[in-house]
């Protein structure tokens, strides 16, 4: 046997005070599932020829005496709540299998705009709420998943009640909360930006024409998260989410499962430390 390097020490050794401190610190109950389930209800946006399809191919005992389960899907790219690629809306731009996994991981921060929402279901996130919610509890961290939480989760799958509308296959009468392009132009300048996420259908209020947010992001190669379940469920920071989509070759997005993980001190805004960042 080979003996082990300096380099494959500093490993061991980070992951040995990862497991031991920050994992032990996490409870199975602690991982909150942030994603809506794919099946024939989930909802994406009118236009599209293709909707989700799960056919079963074999569920049963085969004639060996053991069970087996096949099944197939085809399923639209941006169904439920999925992810965006920066190539969604900017050409050139990271597709799905080319987003670099530390990407995929970040610090989350909730900014609650229910109360703006239920005066105004057109509202948009404004630079002012960004500022205030750093005055309460601190400076957005690097990297941050900014989760915009407008209580849109409790709407789905309904069409009618998420779209905000009584004709859900016309985008033009689409009522529903998303960011201002201001905001999000400052917090492509001003902060480090790592993915930006809503409740809703899109990042983009229902009204947009240009989808500007969906341009400004992907210009950054930033992601989106859309359609994304239980925000309310997170502290407003200190949690560390793992978003996990298909490797998709080519890919401009696709469902996704997210991952929230509270560990250790929660609110007081400490968070998970990835163990690759440890050396």
Known sequence: MVSAGPKMASVCLALTL???????????????DMSHPLDSHALLWPGGD???NFTILTRGRTPQGFWLELNKFTTPEHVGTHLDAP?????????????????LVGPGIVVDARPQVA??????????DL?????????IPDRAIVFMWTGWDTRYPDPFATFNTPT?????????PGYHPDAVRWLLDDRDLGMLAIDTPSNDYGQTRVFDVHQMIGRANVMGLENVNRIGQLPVRGATI????????????????ILAMQCGSGNTGSRLLPFWHIW
Do not use: M
Not at 22 to 30: I, M, N, Y
Not at 170 to 175: E, G, K, L, P, V
């Open 87 to 103: 190539s969604h809306f900017s050409e050139g731009h990271w597709r799905v299998d080319q987003i670099p996994p530390a990407r």
């Open 168 to 176: 859900p296959q016309n985008s033009s009468t689409f009522h529903f």
């Open 50 to 52: 293709a909707a989700f």
């Open 18 to 32: 990862f497991v031991s401190g920050t994992l032990a610190s996490c409870r199975p109950d602690s991982v909150i």
């Open 242 to 257: 793992v978003v996990a989509p298909v490797k998709l070759t080519d890919g401009s997005g696709g469902p996704v499962r």
């Open 119 to 128: 005066n105004n279901p057109d509202y948009r996130l404004t630079v002012e």
């Open 131 to 139: 500022t205030r919610w750093e005055e309460l509890h601190g400076r």
